[in-house]
RNA sequence: CGGGGUGUAGCGCAGUCGGCUAGCGCGCUGCGUUUGGGACGCAGAGGUCGGCGGUUCGAGUCCGCCCACCCCGACCA
């Protein structure tokens, strides 16, 4: 095993399978294209569930757990859906040593169950609107993986809404794009930029999807939460009609939206450098962990003491205490940076001695990003430093996008800013042709439409027609 | 599924013209010395050389078939 990871100028994509794998967020599994999260990469997860399982409380949702399997003729009553979704069902013919009468598909998304489920549970609008999330794995077959960003079995939240009318349906799906981008922002620290899909990205069977779109360190785009408006598809072909106060039997309005294991890859590929993660204080398993140093025994007693006593300052964060014997002080500090942990304290024998100790941002590395405090009022300074070290990589990752999105007027700059600069943004007037024609030419894809209502009118960049809307175009993963 | 590549210790690799006991680095175990930016010494453990078949006195090495994985392209949260 190489000492140093490759440096992401080198070989992007290499850097993050090695420090994927390095940090133990996640290793291959038997079988190819799944992944075992480990422990540490968990922990992340867990962290991730409860940040966005708060806001979806808070917000009038509640959750519950369907079931894995599917029976198949479910996924065809949705014509777009089986469309989308035949190409990669992972399905189960056999039972209990038999043949089964109908073969059952292992989940890739739950609207058929649910749904089914929807009418039989809604009668009257007194019912509506249902909002429930569950947190559930699923299986798509995917032909080409990558540990977190694609995998044929990942971890995800679907939500799955039901309401009497459209605007209400409209409502929620914009309700929770917003909750994604905000949870992105501010417990991810990853600026994101929400708005509509063009109607060749969008998810099969929606009427509309929104996505929160992320630049990666790379400058690729990587989709990293969506909410789709279903209209009444799902409600037709699922058969969820309620009674209205005119005791009209109606169809209802439904919403799904989705944040999967995947957002850990945008975290990574966010905010990681060459030394490993850059975890935000918000969401990392261990916010700051603490390197004891001495030489001698009796230096070993009186350094561990003042472990002890600033561990019990700092009893409301998530602090990890480096006991590992036999291993120098050096190699620890670049394990835990390889491990994105924020904020690193040293206390050693001087630092007894002078009632201090040394902190180190992972944030900025070296020299600049240390510096030494008493020991006193760690308890607020601590937090207080987490909290800086958050809102900068917020403001370094936007100062990152912002100087990687490129206003063009024409396709020869286009293909060069895809090329090699980062995003386009232009004006853009609908084509789903010249969209598909610009994919297979320059592999960039329409990212999502500027949500901006007050933009105006201009030229599309590509056929020169009159327009009054706005895209980003990417590179993506 | 097309194009390229790789399978030798947990990981990364070397192994010449077929040759006798299969090696190196990292990691791992034990003991000792170390410890403020990836410590060192000594002693150890660890291998059906991806699988099957063939050629040969002799195969990690040559031949055939198969398998797996990785990278690049067509689908996707």
Known sequence: MEKKLPTRQENFSEWYNQLVLRAELADYAPVRGCMVVRPYGWALWENIQKALDDRFKATGHVNAAFPLLIPQSFMTKEKEHVEGFSPELAVVTHGGGEKLEEPLVVRPTSETIIGTMYAKWIQSYRDLPVLINQWANVVRWEMRTKLFLRTLEFYWQEGHTAHATEQEALEE???MLQVYADFARTEGAVPVIPGRKSESEKFAG??????????????KALQSGTSHFLGQNFAKAFDIKFLDEGNQLQYCWTTSWGVSTRFIGAIIMTHGDDQGLVLPPR???IQVVIVPIYRKNEEKSAVMEAVSAVQAQLKDLRVKVD???????????NDWELKGVPLRIEIGPKDVQNGTVALSRRDIPGRDGKSFLPMAGLDSAVPALLQTIQDNLLAKATAFRDSHIFEVTDYESFKQVVAEQGWAYAWWSDDRENEARIKEETKATLRIYASDPNLGEGVCFYSGRKTNQKAYFARSY
């Open 206 to 219: 929606a009427v509309n999807t929104y996505s929160i779109e992320a630049m990666m360190g790379d400058t």
């Open 323 to 333: 006991e590992r014997e036999g291993l120098t002080p050096g190699f620890k500090f």
């Open 173 to 175: 799906t914009e309700r």
């Open 283 to 285: 969401l990392a398993p």
